[in-house]
């Protein structure tokens, strides 16, 4: 009588392997996207729109004090430009998409309270409280940065809750304090933190 040969059953190991690869080679891809993203923000980008703000500053309070509101959004418009543009600059140096991953979730994270910002501007002005407006920039603002810098470094959302503080600042301090407190917000905190962005996560 031959004897019985002991059926040989398919080993599982090399499916359990390739599943456990295939989970850390998804894993290391959300990585390499998350800090990729995080770092595309642009921190001499920063430090220019700081610079710039500081100008403004002068300008409003000293030879063009009765258009300081259009002195200030023009230098707005300016920095969103600018720094958009150096934002999509350093992001496709890198390689970088940001229409999509976190990239995506931080400008849509940013976007409503620049938004808001725009329409309370327009409604304070017309009813005549733009003393309301330096204070609701800066806090609104640093609101932005906070949501989104959830996806970026560290002290992109440090950066944020500063500026929300002198946003409270502003809104209970007397008018005249006012350009001051812009200039040290979108003047001197961005030169500081644009400062630090640039030295550890590079321009």
Same mark, same amino acid.
């Given at each position: 009588m031959p004897a019985t040969q002991p #059926? !040989? !059953?398919g080993r599982r190991e090399p499916v359990a392997l390739h599943s456990h690869a295939m989970d850390n080679l998804r894993y290391i891809r959300r990585a390499m996207e998350s800090s990729a993203s995080f770092t595309s923000v642009p921190?001499? /980008?920063g430090i220019v729109i700081g610079i710039t703000a500081l100008v403004a500053a002068v300008l409003a309070g000293t030879r063009f004090a009765d258009q300081w509101l259009a002195v200030w959004v023009a230098d707005a418009v300016f920095a969103l430009a600018f720094g958009g543009w150096a934002m999509t600059r350093k992001a496709r140096g890198e390689g970088i998409q940001l229409s999509r991953g976190v990239g995506r979730r931080f400008l849509f994270s *940013?976007? $409503? $309270? *620049? #938004?808001a910002a725009v329409v309370l501007t327009v409604v304070l002005q017309r009813m005549g409280a733009s003393e309301a407006i330096p204070g609701t920039w800066l806090l609104l603002y640093g609101a932005g940065v906070v949501t989104g810098g959830t996806f970026s470094v560290r002290p992109v959302p440090v950066m944020g809750v500063s500026f929300m503080i002198l946003g409270v600042v502003a809104l209970a301090a007397p008018p005249s304090w006012s350009n001051? *407190? *812009? /200039? /040290?917000g979108f003047g001197g905190l961005h030169i500081i933190f644009g400062a630090i962005i640039a030295r550890r996560y590079g321009g």
């Open positions: #059926v !040989k !059953k921190g001499l /980008a *940013l976007t $409503p $309270p *620049l #938004v001051a *407190l *812009l /200039a /040290a």
